[in-house]
């Protein structure tokens, strides 16, 4: 069983930037995949960022490529998604989530999943 909890939300203006973090605890943390995602209201959860366990392998929802990195410390037990020039369409909940395999884009895939942080932008 793995616990996740997300912090680093809050309310930004358009072009600004956010880091978010995303504490784990339980099982080996270092041999599980992880993921961002988000749900913003009156949508579905999409994918935002994924990372295998080495951290040598990423992923990104094309909406991603290019403002965001996802990275994560084993050492410290953590993942993270730094978000450089926000948008209005950037606000949402962020999830982190794990996986007891290598990291995907899909949701269903994550078996654990953290409570969320609110982001929102402000144009």
């Known amino acids: 069983q793995v616990q996740l909890v997300e912090s680093g939300g809050g ?61 994560r410390d084993n050492g410290k037990n953590a993942v993270y998604l730094q978000m450089t020039s926000l948008k209005p369409s950037d606000t949402a909940v962020y999830y982190c989530a794990g996986r007891s395999n290598r990291a995907t884009m899909v949701t269903t895939d994550y078996a654990y999943w953290g409570q969320g942080t609110q982001v929102t932008v402000s144009s």
């Open 11 to 71: 309310l930004v203006q358009a072009g600004g930037s956010l880091r978010l973090s995303c504490a784990a605890s339980g099982r080996t943390f270092s041999s599980i995949g992880m993921g961002w995602f988000r749900q913003a209201p009156g949508k579905e959860r999409e994918f935002v960022a994924a990372i295998n366990w080495s951290g040598s392998s990423t992923y990104y929802a094309d909406s991603a490529k290019g403002r965001f990195t996802i990275s």
